[in-house]
């Protein structure tokens, strides 16, 4: 019984960050808005680690780890990018940031359901990584003073891709040695896309790295599936 007091815990913290995310966003604080998402990144890739090493893992703990994902990962960056930029474009900013979360649902679910599958690789982008992609991108613009506003139209647009992104059949590589294959265009292309995040965002490079993670990760998947279709493995 004791052993499995430690993985809950963990899962439920990711719960704890997702809603105190959402609750400093409400307040305006958009940079604790955005550290809490982060810090519940890390409750999240703990919590099944420490399951396996207690040896408790169940399926009750993988329904509460997907509803925890949910709120920090779906809900939580969906409010913080609306209150970040989207509140500026009306209804259609309303729409983005809901579709955000109503496809965080969806790539929850189809993961939960596919899972004794796909392997090998991710049907679509994780939704830590596109919830992370909020986060990290707020932080950055936040501390480069980089107005959200000044892109127009494109900011709803690139959230709207990321949501797309998380329900699309684009495959991810898991990065466990088997399964998806990376081609080396891909991993020049990722290389030179981070040292660009980089270069313009040297002024706050902590930032920097942590946008260039989960932005290279995201255009990644892209890219790799595009090689592999031009070479008939997918």
Known sequence: MYR??????????NLLFGVCSILSTIQGN???????????????GLDGRAARFFGVSSEMGKEMDSLCDLVSFGVAPGILAY??????????????????ALCGMWRLARFNVN??????????????????????????????GFDPHSLGIIYPVIMAV????MVSTVHYPDFKGKGEKIYMASKIFAAVMFAVILYLGKDAIHFSVLFGIFATYATFGIVNSVFARIF???
Do not use: K
């Open 4 to 13: 499995s007091i430690i993985p809950n815990a963990l899962t439920s913290s």
């Open 30 to 44: 958009l940079f604790m808005g955005s550290v809490f998402i982060l810090a519940a990144l890390v409750a999240d």
């Open 83 to 100: 209150v970040f930029c989207l509140e500026a474009f009306g209804y259609i900013g309303w729409a983005v940031a809901i579709c955000f």
């Open 115 to 144: 899972a004794s599958v796909v392997h090998g690789y991710f049907m679509g982008l994780a939704i830590p990584a596109g919830g992370c992609f909020v986060s990290t991108s707020t932080l950055l613009m936040q501390a480069i």
């Open 162 to 165: 990321v949501a797309f992104l």
């Open 232 to 234: 008939g493995d997918n």
